[in-house]
């Protein structure tokens, strides 16, 4: 069946550091790819989405590149705050977007000043 | 406009016991869904809904739990009766229908089993 693999964490990083959180994928078709962040506290938030190969979904900083080739959705952030400091899910959606997601297990991010 | 409600956030029940969530979508979306996350590990679906009826209930675990949407527009979740390994954070999420739109999340309740 589809699944998600995402790096383990927790990543510790200093502030202004490069972020780099790995995330693969199994799927038929083709799904749209997404990652949602969970700051502390809160629910879970959209970060940023991409629907077919090579979109690049960017938000606040963060971008991701949907790679069919080596089907992966890596996130990426040249320089994290402190307030960066999250739970990040990398998800899949079968059928266009609509449908349930699926998610990896969670990466938690610290980022020290 | 109001995200997405989740109520109770916290709710502490005896092994046995009965417990209802309830989730509030955001209003006009007729895609509502009901996802969980055990002990650490990966949010994992239950089950959709649009608007009243059930799309995909392919992720209820088992004949204890039973959602409801009446009239599509809020959702209840039951758990009847609660064991040990039903704890986690239970997450209600909805979206409009259309192509690509994103589920937006509500901020979740947290299950604790005794």
């Known amino acids: 069946g589809n699944s998600v693999t995402q790096m383990e964490g927790p990543v510790t990083l200093s502030e202004e550091a490069f972020l780099t959180i790995n995330c693969t994928y199994t799927a038929t078709g083709y799904p749209s790819l997404f990652w949602y962040v969970q700051y502390p506290g809160e629910g879970l938030q959209l970060l940023l989405k991409?629907?077919?190969?090579?979109d690049k979904g960017s938000n606040k900083g963060f971008e991701a590149t949907y790679r069919k080739e080596t089907t992966s959705f890596h996130l990426e952030k040249g320089s994290v705050q402190v307030s960066d400091s999250a739970v990040y899910f990398c998800a899949l959606s079968e059928k266009g977007g609509y449908n349930k997601l699926i998610f990896g297990a969670g990466t938690r991010l610290a980022v020290h000043p | 406009e109001a995200g997405v409600t989740q109520f109770p956030s916290h709710s502490v029940i005896e092994k046995g016991q009965t417990v209802t969530l309830r989730c509030d979508p955001i209003?006009?979306?007729?895609?509502l869904y009901w996802y969980r996350r055990v002990m650490g590990k990966e949010i994992k679906f239950l089950l959709h809904f649009v608007k009243e009826s059930k799309q995909d209930e392919s992720g209820m675990p088992n004949n204890r739990f039973l959602a409801e949407r009446t009239g599509g527009t809020y959702s209840t979740l039951k758990v009847q009766p609660a064991e040990l390994e039903d704890s986690g954070v239970y997450f209600c999420?909805?979206?409009?229908?259309?192509?690509?739109?994103?589920?937006?999340f509500g901020d979740g309740t947290r299950l604790s089993i005794l």
């Open positions: 999420a909805s979206s409009r229908t259309g192509l690509h739109q994103p589920q937006h």
């Open positions: 209003s006009g979306h007729d895609n």
């Open positions: 991409a629907t077919k190969a090579d």
